[in-house]
């Protein structure tokens, strides 16, 4: 897997090679910090430089020059986002065993009659990326789902109409909100009138780190407001062009220019998810993902990167870091089951099983 590194203004990045002549527009940034997306959860230690090399050689990857030594950058650059922990080493090593740490409690709302498995996925996945504590808040049938399949999860059954949530659970959330250090909404909640009035009158007062996915995303894209408060938008490209009210074709025409205008539009962290993943947030710069493969490609899969990402933010990474950090660590997992299983056949749960197994692994490559 080749990179290029390349030197402005005293700063130095790395970008995959093979990517900048398709991403090259002015206004647009190229310069994708490829390998930094681990470095916050893994290679923020005492003496980070030197990790940082080990990191590179573990790739076995090539050098070569920068084609456009006049470029200009228009976001900071991958080395100055792992920089900051380098200047304490007491500071780095508690922020690494901070991230590292099992904890936090994770609310997950989402399930409805005909999709109850969407909440087993991501409470499983949460419980499995490190946290302490999972809440399942569903009608009775996503209830009795997680229970038989995850039986670690708490429980919050919720009031509901025609099998998806009522917006007469809005009180119940609130009530428990200082209960929970991050949210998962969406997954398998439907779009129905009531589950869009449901999550409108909650984010009007919810103030907790919130993972937007799914089902959630369609009642923004339909007029919800966001809640006032830091979130991760997670759309694949059917739910970023219900977001962006364009096309999926423009959509996939250039992913870059579309993170960057939902960044705009949204004022939130946003994952745009498929082939190269990419991350964006106001002020960062696009990051793209070089984990995972197409046997990823299947049902369940969002669900199961939500709970991380949601997991991350409770352990108090900040939702960019967050999103990066999950989108890299879920294509690892998904890469070992490929390894392990089979390239093609293996399920979203098979990923969720792998995330302890492909943490060790990445930091084991430091």
């Not at 990179?3 to 190229?30: C, D, H, K, M, N």
């Not at 390998?35 to 050689?57: K, Q, S």
């Not at 025409?253 to 946003?270: M, S, W």
């Not at 939500?306 to 989108?327: F, K, S």
Request: net charge negative; aromatic share 8%; charged share 15%.
């Amino acid at each position: 897997m080749g990179r290029v590194r390349a030197r402005q203004g005293g700063i130095e990045a790395l970008y995959p090679r093979g990517f900048w002549p398709a991403i090259s527009t002015p206004g647009v940034l190229w310069l994708i910090a490829l390998f930094v997306v681990p470095f916050y959860a893994i290679v923020a230690t005492a003496g980070g430089r030197e990790i940082f090399r080990c990191f590179v050689d573990c790739f076995n990857a090539e050098l070569d020059p920068f084609p456009y030594p006049d470029a200009h950058f228009d976001a900071v650059l991958a080395c100055e986002i792992f920089e900051h922990f380098l200047h304490d080493p007491m500071h780095m090593l508690f922020e690494c065993r901070r991230v590292l740490a099992p904890g936090g409690h994770i609310l997950i709302v989402a399930g409805s009659r005909r999709m109850p498995g969407a909440a087993s996925l991501a409470a499983k996945s949460a419980m499995r990326a490190g946290a302490g504590l999972v809440t399942v808040a569903g009608t009775d049938e996503v209830c009795r789902a997680v229970a038989a399949n995850v039986p670690e999860a708490i429980l919050l059954p919720l009031p509901s109409v025609e099998g998806v949530i009522s917006p007469e659970a809005t009180a119940i959330l609130l009530e428990r909100r200082a209960s929970y250090h991050a949210t998962l909404f969406g997954p398998g909640l439907t779009h129905e009138e009531a589950v869009r009035d449901f999550l409108a009158a909650v984010w009007a007062d919810w103030d907790v780190p919130s993972v937007l996915d799914a089902d959630a995303l369609n009642s923004v894209s339909s007029g919800v407001g966001l809640p006032d408060i830091e979130c991760v938008l997670t759309p694949h490209p059917g739910e970023m062009s219900r977001l962006m009210h364009c096309s999926i074709a423009e959509v996939q025409n250039d992913r870059f220019r579309t993170v960057h205008q939902a960044v705009e539009r949204y004022g939130r962290t946003i994952l745009l998810k498929g082939p190269y993943s990419i991350v964006g947030e106001a002020e960062q710069p696009l990051m793209v993902n070089c984990t995972g493969n197409p046997g990823m490609a299947s049902g369940g899969m969002g669900d199961v990167l939500g709970g991380m990402i949601a997991t991350l933010l409770a352990q108090d990474l900040p939702p960019y870091c967050a999103a990066a950090c999950g989108a890299f660590w879920h294509g690892a997992a998904g890469d070992l089951c490929a390894d392990e299983i089979a390239p093609i056949g293996y399920t979203a749960g098979d990923v969720a099983d792998a995330l302890p197994r492909a943490r060790a692994k990445l930091a084991s490559s430091c």
